[in-house]
């Protein structure tokens, strides 16, 4: 009998991925065949979207225009496309992960293993403060912190230049495992790769999830200089500084599993970062906001159809930790001018002078 | 009495240059207020190129539409511009760095120094061959090895994401100093650095050229795959694994001089790598070789007024070194696929199934 697989999250990422993974699980006897997807439910012109993904094969609604296996099969109650998997993939919007977490508490296999391909990270109050802390000790909790925390189960996390469309389309990329426990990672590879999904398996886990929750904050920044009418080589300072702020950030914060440079160079840290600073969202809507008066929430509203904007969010929650450590704005020039400029309506050319003065070149 | 600073070379990337360390030298004592440019004599219809530097401060021919400053004079003989030089800048296109250097051997000052801006190495004939062997005794010569052994002065290299026209608008960019005496690299930051120029000094030299000459082979790829149709997930994927090829090779060829993982997050390294896949000649022309069946001379003759294109003939180089050394091509599979679509008629699709075969993912 093969593990049996369970896709926690239908959306756009979701879907794509999940094309891999019942191409796999038919095929390898490692794996059931038979994988659940639990699909928030929802109705689509009457019809239910679980209905349409298991007759249709098609997540109409968030990957319209691709065929899903057939034997990827849509569930609508979290508990029961839960109830005997062995493997977990984590793939909702950040901000749900941690009820859907509690709803699993006690109803999954005790020695399951799950992995996130979600971004984001959680700032909490403060309850000590200090040097040398841990990122959990100054309130910060990664995605995968919450999971391993609510459901006591090895977490691995899955980042990189992977833009779901492409993927869907089966256009050659490649990604980034990060796994503390390396056995579980290269199960995970297994369950996910594809000739045109090409995985590294990495130990260093914290910083394969950090670059991809602070890529978004640098995407804001090279949205901001293609506004003020900055050219490539501007962009890839911007790329380049932000990246060495992301670097400073995982040292800083993850001094009990110190970051190895070789991640930073995997697809999840730079790669990923060249695309999202190219191509992202958080790039496009920046640098509308750049050049317009509205708000970021008419932005949001306007061109994500009121999903939230990853960059400026965690930008919010990198200061929030830095003022209650009480470390210098201009330790972070940078990740500090994108939220000085959301927030505090800051002047977008004031993002120059941070690249200009910043500490890398003195 | 302050550095004279003699400039050889007046191309694009001299003339951009020569702005910055025109006004650096007018300002600081540190240097020399009248900074000498060689410049290859041409007429300009009707007149000479130096007198019209000279009189209306503009290369009409290589940087049109930007005054250069005042103090920035050009002289038609080399041996006269060098003759009271203290600091030399090299930007010349590689081809004739050996000429010119012989040229100047025994007439400039014993304790000059040097700084190459120039991309690109040569490949000797071998005289040896074996495993762990240093680069020059691979046959293989950075550009300032050449510089080096001919003018026997301490040389300096800069490289980073500084597209010519770019820097002289003043668009803010950073680039990279690598210098073995890095007391010769601070002054050269010195004479080199603006607001909107900022520089970054490591002492791992080798690496930082070694990046300028092969990101050339990278971009070619990334020209591919664009042909192909691929995104910027593809794109990423061949950036990333194309460094990973640099890094290899760097490590294979400098065993004297172990490169630095973090030099490659210098501007010298992804940032100009990111910038070169982009935007580059290399890219673009690479791209249309893909779609059309012109040769890369046809293609060199139309889009780039017959200057030659760096990626192939970097390819080609790295290609003879590897078959001297009997070196697998599946170590550098991206590099030879380069090499075997411009010189073997390799169908461009081939280069995709390098990558989805490449050993990082094994």
Not at 80 to 91: C, E, G, L, R, T
């Amino acid at each position: 009998m093969g593990k049996k697989v369970c896709i926690v999250g239908s959306g756009n990422w979701g879907s794509a991925i999940s094309k891999i993974i019942g191409q796999n699980c038919a095929s390898d006897d490692a794996f059931h065949d038979k994988v659940h997807m639990y699909v928030y439910e929802e109705m689509i012109e009457g019809q239910k979207l679980t209905e349409i993904i298991n007759t249709k094969h098609e997540n109409v609604k968030y990957l319209p225009g691709h065929k899903l296996p057939a034997n990827v099969v849509a569930v609508p109650d979290l508990v029961q496309a839960a109830a005997d998997a062995d493997m977990f993939i984590f793939v909702v919007p950040h901000q749900f992960i941690r009820r859907l977490c509690s709803t699993l508490k006690g109803k999954i296999k005790p020695d399951a293993i799950g992995i996130s391909l979600i971004k984001g990270m959680y700032v909490d109050e403060m309850s000590h403060s200090g040097e040398g802390m841990d990122h959990t000790e100054a309130g910060l909790q990664l995605i995968s912190d919450v999971i391993r925390e609510i459901l006591q189960m090895d977490v691995s996390v899955l980042m990189g230049a992977n833009i779901a469309s492409e993927v869907a389309n089966g256009d050659f990329c490649e990604t980034t495992i990060g796994s503390r426990n390396l056995q579980n990672g290269q199960l995970f590879k297994r369950l996910l790769q594809a000739p045109s999904f090409r995985i590294c398996v990495v130990e260093d886990a914290n910083t394969v999830e950090i670059c991809g929750a602070l890529k978004n904050i640098v995407a804001c920044g090279a949205g901001f200089v293609s506004a003020l009418g900055y050219g490539d080589n501007t962009r890839a300072a911007v790329i380049r500084l932000g990246l060495m702020e992301m670097v400073k950030f995982a040292k800083a914060f993850f001094p009990n599993s110190p970051p190895q440079m070789a991640t930073f160079l995997e697809s999840c840290g730079v790669a990923d970062l060249v695309t999202t600073c190219y191509g992202g969202r958080n790039k496009r809507v920046s640098e509308a906001y750049a050049k317009s008066d509205k708000t970021i929430e008419e932005l949001e509203a306007e061109m994500l159809n009121g999903q939230k904007l990853q960059g400026p969010q965690t930008a919010e929650e990198v200061y929030k930790v830095l003022q209650t450590l009480k470390i210098q704005d201009s330790e972070y020039p940078l990740f500090v001018s994108v939220y000085n400029i959301f927030y505090n309506k800051h002047d977008v050319k004031s993002f120059i002078e941070c690249l200009q003065n910043h500490p890398e070149h003195m």
